[in-house]
């Protein structure tokens, strides 16, 4: 509950110091894991003094426990174990200081620990962070690699030396970080987040060479395999050897088996890109050189085409048939000519043989009434009536006399 205070009538420093250990009072015995990360064994004394440090997050507390605690596991535990520590939480009022008060101290076997961390990636895959579609390719070139290692490793060495014998121009910013112990989560998470903030870095590498299941437990924490799973930048994990296989490796866009072996697939070769360079010159050249080889092949077949070597024949050859044609069309047309003139002369003799001017020329005359009608038959006319007499040269008045 709150206490009520004013700058009045404020509490004492013992009444607050009080207070807090009464509430600390109340939270009972706890199971605790942690590191040890300091271990004070006086001689003669019958307490003694631990340091539980929670890698994950880097927080550190006291711990206290008889010596006779301590002894039942004191040929196991040693700086830098993990153990579960069943205490209780006390606050030592004149000092204002937390601590815990073991009873029990158990160490944390390797089984139980690859328990854990089999279920810890049972947790992290159904979350997808192992997902392959959410890995990232890495760049053919990198301009810079950043490396993330212990100090003057073999891990460091292995991936400089490799990468700058395939590739002597790559250049690395390189983040020297405990990689192991309880210092080693935070600080290589730092380094990964810091190199994953920059423009310039194109891939990270994260290498350690081998070591115990201990050892290795850093690179299987969940913190860091989710700072991983957050960086835009891809990362490379190269831990260990090749039977090693820390969560880091699956959350990775590209696990390598060793350091080495990272730097050969982060880097190219040189010379096998020359090489590569070279095979596709003379394919490319091969391919020009047949394509020309096949159009010369077909502009001299064309050539040796007759309408190719001697394009005015074919011309040559329709002028004679076009005169051929041209005579047969007059001659022709002079036949039919000819025949319709001869048909036109025998209707023209014909037609003037049956027309009435040749019968009036033959003496023949047409009497006409007064109407202009032809007169055919003498009952037509009445006696005393006047008639038109047409003849070859001329017309005359005639009357008919009864």
């Known amino acids: 509950m709150a206490v009520h205070s004013t700058p009045e009538s404020p509490l004492p420093v013992g009444e607050v110091s009080r207070l807090i250990g009464g509430w600390i009072d109340r939270l009972g015995a706890v199971w605790v894991e942690g590191q040890i990360t300091q271990l004070s064994r006086r001689p003669g004394a019958g307490v003694v003094f631990l340091t539980l440090r929670d890698p994950s997050y880097d927080i550190s507390v006291s711990v206290t426990c008889y010596r006779q605690v301590f002894d039942a596991v004191a040929d196991v535990v040693g700086e830098g174990a993990r153990v579960v520590v069943q205490a209780k939480p006390e606050w030592y009022a004149p000092r204002g ?58 891990a460091e060495r292995d991936v400089l030396e490799n990468a700058r014998h395939r590739w002597p121009a790559v250049r690395f910013e390189v983040r020297n970080v405990p990689v192991q112990g309880v210092h080693a989560v935070p600080q290589v998470t730092q380094a990964v987040k810091e190199l994953d903030a920059r423009d310039d870095v194109d891939v990270i590498v994260v290498a350690r060479g081998g070591g115990s299941v201990e050892d290795l437990l850093p690179f299987s924490d969940e913190q860091l395999v989710r700072a991983v799973a957050a960086c835009r930048t891809p990362v490379v994990s190269a831990i260990g050897h090749e039977p090693d296989n820390p969560l880091l490796d699956h959350v990775a866009d590209l696990r390598a088996s060793t350091p080495t072996d990272a730097a050969k697939k982060v880097v190219p070769d040189v010379g096998e890109e020359y090489e590569r360079v070279r095979q596709l010159r003379d394919r490319a050249r091969r391919c020009v050189a047949a394509y020309v080889d096949r159009e010369e092949r077909g502009l001299a077949h064309a050539l040796a085409r007759p309408s190719i070597q001697d394009p005015h024949r074919m011309i040559d050859e329709r002028a004679d048939q076009v005169t051929a044609l041209l005579e047969r069309g007059r001659r022709s047309l002079g036949h039919q000519l000819d025949r319709a003139r001869s048909e036109l002369a025998h209707t023209h003799a014909r037609v003037v043989a049956l027309s009435p001017a040749a019968t009036l020329e033959r003496g023949y005359a047409v009497l006409q009434r007064a109407d202009g009608h032809a007169v055919r038959d003498p009952g037509e006319v009445e006696p005393g009536e006047t008639l038109r007499a047409r003849v070859s040269e001329g017309d005359f008045s005639v009357r008919v006399d009864a």
């Open 97 to 154: 200081q937390l601590s815990l008060r073991a009873a029990e101290i158990k160490p944390v076997g390797v089984g139980e620990l690859l328990a854990r961390l089999e279920q810890l990636k049972k947790t992290l895959a159904r979350e997808g962070l192992f997902a392959p579609e959410r890995k990232k390719p890495l760049p053919f070139l990198p301009q810079l690699i950043g490396l993330v290692c212990g100090r003057a490793s073999a």
